[in-house]
């Protein structure tokens, strides 16, 4: 079964510090990974994905996400947080060998992502 | 290029009524997808339509409903509506093959 697991509900990072929002996830084919960004009553922001290739990808507002196939994890990074980063982030899987579900995204539970001054 | 629209953005309805949400995607999108996303189960999945065909179900009860139409644009209903049903509906749009999804701004149901 699919699935995609965000370990942590709430994150607490210090402005300018680096901060990690970690995604686990479960596909019984390849995974295609993403993370997206929901500020208050918005949708969801696309952030980056990680189709194949290099296992850090980089994505919008200095965001990069680490790829790590043996623990099956793809964690949300960033060098120095900002106190407008704080937000709702998720994480999510498509299993693109599925033909008939090869558009269905699967999403985490979400974190949320404090950064204070 | 515009992105994906849904209206209306926030609607107020009773108990029992009905409500239909609409989501025009982005130029080009066939895919549209529509989510409910609640404090309490964060966001699930209600079902995905391309080319006017529903692909993909969630575990939502009969009274809600989609269709997609000719130029992709799609809409949703929600029938006899309950209070549980009050959350914010999020439509996404991608490619064929996409591989991401964009959403929409939402829309805020609140049910009295």
Request: with cysteine.
């Given at each position: 079964a699919q699935s995609v697991a965000q370990p942590e509900d709430q994150v607490n990072v210090a402005e300018g510090n680096p901060l990690t929002v970690k995604c686990t996830y479960s596909v019984s084919g390849n995974p295609y990974l993403f993370w997206y960004v929901q500020y208050p009553n918005r949708g969801l922001q696309f952030l980056l994905k990680y189709i194949?290739?290099?296992?850090?990808?980089?994505?919008?507002?200095?965001?990069?996400?680490?790829?790590?196939?043996?623990?099956?994890?793809?964690?949300?990074?960033?060098?120095?947080?900002?106190?407008?980063?704080?937000?709702?982030?998720?994480?999510?899987?498509?299993?693109?060998?599925?033909?008939?579900?090869?558009?269905?995204?699967?999403?985490?539970?979400?974190?949320?992502?404090?950064?204070?001054? | 290029k515009a992105g994906v629209t849904q209206t209306p953005r926030y609607l107020i309805k009773t108990r029992g009524q009905q409500v239909t949400l609409s989501c025009s995607p982005i130029s080009g999108h066939r895919s549209v997808s529509?989510?409910?996303?609640?404090?309490?189960?964060?966001?699930?999945?209600?079902?995905?339509?391309?080319?006017?065909?529903?692909?993909?179900?969630?575990?939502?009860?009969?009274?809600?409903?989609?269709?997609?139409?000719?130029?992709?644009?799609?809409?949703?209903?929600?029938?006899?509506?309950?209070?549980?049903?009050?959350?914010?509906?999020?439509?996404?749009?991608s490619f064929l093959q996409g591989p991401e999804q964009y959403f929409g701004p939402g829309t805020r149901l609140t049910v009295t």
């Open positions: 194949t290739g290099d296992n850090l990808v980089k994505g919008s507002y200095g965001f990069e996400a680490e790829f790590n196939k043996s623990q099956t994890s793809f964690h949300l990074k960033k060098p120095s947080a900002l106190v407008s980063d704080s937000a709702l982030y998720f994480c999510a899987v498509r299993d693109m060998l599925v033909l008939y579900n090869f558009n269905k995204f699967y999403f985490g539970s979400g974190t949320k992502l404090n950064v204070k001054p | 529509w989510y409910q996303q609640t404090p309490g189960q964060g966001l699930q999945f209600l079902f995905e339509y391309f080319s006017e065909t529903q692909r993909n179900k969630g575990n939502f009860p009969g009274r809600f409903s989609g269709r997609q139409f000719s130029n992709s644009r799609s809409e949703m209903n929600v029938s006899t509506l309950e209070l549980g049903d009050s959350a914010l509906y999020l439509c996404a749009s």
